[in-house]
């Protein structure tokens, strides 16, 4: 079956660190795969995400590289606020992610320190 | 856009009892929504899936008599945890789509703790 490992935190980081957060996955076939994030008392948001091989994902200065040949989704952001502390998910699908539920990783807790 | 709403955000029921949790999408219509299951440090897990008037899909290991699931309408479904024993308590998440390539909504999430 499909599933996702991300690095475990929590991840801390003062501001304007590079942030790279690993992703990997175990999926049959050609899977969507995405980035959710969570702040704190609220759902989860989609940050981006890719539907094929090479495909970069970007929003709010977050990207990610669909990798098939390492079956990777590495999370980076060249310099984190205060305003990025939250959860991070990565996630993936059979489809593009509307009509199947989604694989989740456990999470990443970010904190950025000031 | 692409709010869904869930209630109540967090519940406290007595072992035995059932409890309903609602999930609405406000500004959409769903065709497909899901639940989730996420326990403390761990991942999201996938409990089931229903598209309006049909009846639900349940992943492996989750009992469907246990965890009834309604979706009467393209805005509402809920989940109806029956005969709850605190090893149900949990924090449950449902997600809304309108569409299979749009991806889903989540809604915030509610907690159940079962005494």
């Known amino acids: 079956g499909n599933s996702v490992t991300q690095m475990e935190g929590p991840v801390t980081l003062s501001e304007e660190a590079f942030l790279t957060i690993n992703c990997t996955y175990t999926?049959?076939?050609?899977?969507?795969l995405f980035w959710y994030v969570q702040y704190p008392g609220e759902g989860l948001q989609l940050l981006l995400k890719?539907?094929?091989?090479?495909d970069k994902g970007s929003n709010k200065g977050f990207e990610a590289t669909y990798r098939k040949e390492t079956t990777s989704f590495h999370l980076e952001k060249g310099s984190v606020q205060v305003s990025d502390s939250a959860v991070y998910f990565c996630a993936l699908s059979d489809s593009g992610g509307g009509a199947d539920g989604l694989t989740f990783g456990k999470g990443t807790h970010l904190i950025i320190q000031p | 856009g692409a709010v869904v709403s869930q209630h109540p955000s967090w519940v406290i029921c007595k072992s035995g009892t059932s409890v309903k949790i609602e999930c609405r999408s406000l500004d959409f219509q769903a065709t497909t929504m899901f639940w989730y299951r996420q326990f403390p440090k761990q991942s999201l897990m996938l409990m089931a899936t229903s598209n309006e008037g049909s009846k639900a899909t349940y992943e492996q290991g989750v009992e469907k008599d246990k965890f009834l699931i309604n979706h009467a309408s393209l805005t509402l479904s809920t989940l109806t945890v029956t005969s709850a024993h605190p090893e149900d308590s949990s924090f449950y998440i449902c997600?809304?789509?309108?569409?299979?390539?749009?991806?889903?909504?989540f809604g915030p999430g509610t907690r159940l703790t079962v005494t």
């Open positions: 999926a049959t076939g050609y899977p969507s």
């Open positions: 890719a539907t094929k091989a090479d």
């Open positions: 997600s809304a789509s309108p569409g299979t390539a749009t991806g889903q909504y």
